[in-house]
């Protein structure tokens, strides 16, 4: 079945930092792509904006690069990606002077009426910089719409020192904080089989879950993003967005609507919920490690520090948290975090643990009966599997046996999964804030996050090495083993 495609009205995106990273792998892409399937109105354009000092013709050289990079050799839609760059801009701006923003200002000037998107694909330091030039420049208007990527702020107090430079230029219905998982189709997903499925609703509690697992594995190393990476770590890359906002999917009451602020309301009364972790359980609840040199697909990768080419870091690459919801549907149920870089295989997902059936009447012969599973599968390979007992075929008695009952986006469906970025670019142009967080979760989750931050550094408590291609530190399968559990090992 064919995604239907929805119009949306005339727009200009203006793209700071497009000569980046982000720019070129993601959202020139994910903007072709959404050309190509007739969604971007004749009247779109796409404005360039970095320090870089390109032309149209050379803006759009790099883009049409950045697609085929993109779609690969031999699949690109020659007279789609003619059209798309044609739609292409370019601008040099010194964000944090005056050069280039009179020549951004007229160029803008010919689209005052229609939707602007202000997209900062930018180091985070620059958010500011760029929204009060904005202001200044008087470049917002009514229909001005700004995205702003993770992280925002590096702790609460940060974090609220941005929102409030953001919401003195911006209304905060304008301001999209992006976080790209939540535009997953598989975590899309996870709403539609919690709220429009009555089987699992029922049994969505403490009373028949037995525990929640979310993994987030990545086999790369830090790459390009040590500078970065080195001032953040595992901890506030990954766990203080992207794992809380899984978690709080799974955790989540039933919403009044599908509607943003009903969605929202619902996710900031599970941040609030998070049992705290502090100087007081930190060393039993929480684990972090840093990867030492290993072998991954047959081949050697260095460790942290030599990536770093420092001598010395306490950064963790790794962290594996037990986290508690102080709530009637969850008390009691553990909600089992791991993150990590050169781990053993790339993959993200979450797996929902069932409680063993109470008696069996099937005795020894019949083999170990396991509990059931759901496992919800972000990435690669997205898709939902449900694990069940089943007899196993042929005469002989009663055997049992363990199989997954297997939906598989890529089977089940026609055509090509739109990536997680055309899908929150079109919401933002829609004015659709459902996938994307609102101030007071950002605050929320960082209040949560930072009195970890403080007990590791306050207990000196240094990273654990782990060898790359592993599953992380030993303690960290300690964490969940001290519980009787194991962590799921995904094929």
Not at 127 to 151: D, H, M, S, W, Y
Request: charged share 25%; aromatic share 8%; proline share 4%.
């Amino acid at each position: 079945m064919a995604a239907r495609v929805i119009a949306v009205e005339p727009f200009d995106i203006v793209v700071f930092g497009a000569s980046g990273d982000l720019a070129s792998r993601k959202l020139l892409p994910a903007l072709y792509h959404r050309d190509l399937a007739g969604q971007v109105p004749e009247l779109a354009r796409v404005i360039g904006v970095s320090r870089r000092p390109n032309t149209h013709e050379e803006f759009r050289a790099a883009a049409r690069e950045a697609v085929q990079a993109s779609v690969g050799a031999g699949k690109v839609d020659e007279v789609a990606l003619e059209r798309f760059c044609n739609r292409l801009f370019y601008v040099p701006v010194d964000v944090g002077a005056d050069k280039g923003w009179a020549e951004l200002a007229t160029l803008l000037k010919d689209g005052e009426d229609r939707i602007r998107v202000c997209y900062l694909a930018t180091a985070p330091e620059l958010f500011t910089v760029i929204a009060g030039q904005l202001g200044k420049r008087k470049l917002v208007t009514e229909r001005t719409r700004l995205v702003v990527e993770k992280p925002i702020g590096k702790s609460l107090q940060s974090a609220r020192e941005v929102n409030d430079t953001l919401g003195s230029v911006f209304a905060e219905r304008n301001i999209y904080r992006i976080d790209h998982y939540l535009g997953k189709e598989t975590v899309q997903n996870l709403m539609a089989l919690r709220f429009a499925y009555a089987l699992f609703e029922p049994l969505w509690n403490s009373r028949y879950i037995d525990s929640v697992q979310i993994t987030v594995a990545e086999t790369i190393g830090v790459e390009g993003r040590a500078a970065y990476y080195d001032t953040a770590g595992a901890l506030r890359d990954m766990v203080q967005n992207h794992m809380l906002q899984l978690l709080c999917l799974v955790a989540i009451e039933t919403p009044m609507s599908i509607e943003a602020d009903s969605v929202r309301d619902e996710k900031l009364k599970v941040l609030r919920a998070l049992k705290p972790i502090n100087e007081a359980n930190a060393q039993t609840l929480t684990v972090r490690g840093q990867y030492r040199a290993g072998a991954i697909a047959d081949g050697a990768v260095p460790g942290y520090l030599e990536e770093l080419k420092s001598k010395t870091s306490h950064t963790e690459t790794f962290v594996a948290i037990k986290a508690e919801i102080g709530t009637w549907r969850w008390a009691g149920v553990p909600f089992y975090l791991r993150t990590g870089k050169r781990l053993a295989t790339r993959v993200s997902e979450i797996a929902i643990e069932f409680k063993p059936i109470p008696h069996s009447i099937f005795g020894d012969s019949a083999g170990p009966i396991f509990a059931n599973q759901l496992v919800i599968r972000l990435q690669p390979d997205e898709g939902v599997k449900q694990f069940i007992m089943i007899k196993d075929p042929g005469p002989g008695g009663m055997r049992l046996r363990q199989i997954p009952l297997d939906m598989s986006f890529a089977q089940s469906f026609d055509g090509r999964a739109p990536d997680a970025y055309e899908r929150l670019i079109m919401d933002v142009i829609r004015g659709n804030q459902t996938l994307f967080m609102r101030r007071d979760e950002v605050e929320a989750a960082w209040k949560w996050i930072d009195p970890i931050q403080n007990a590791w550094e306050s207990a000196r408590q240094e990273a654990q090495g782990y060898t790359a291609g592993t599953w992380g530190p030993s303690a960290s399968i300690a964490l969940i083993e001290r519980d009787g559990r194991t962590w799921h090992e995904s094929n």
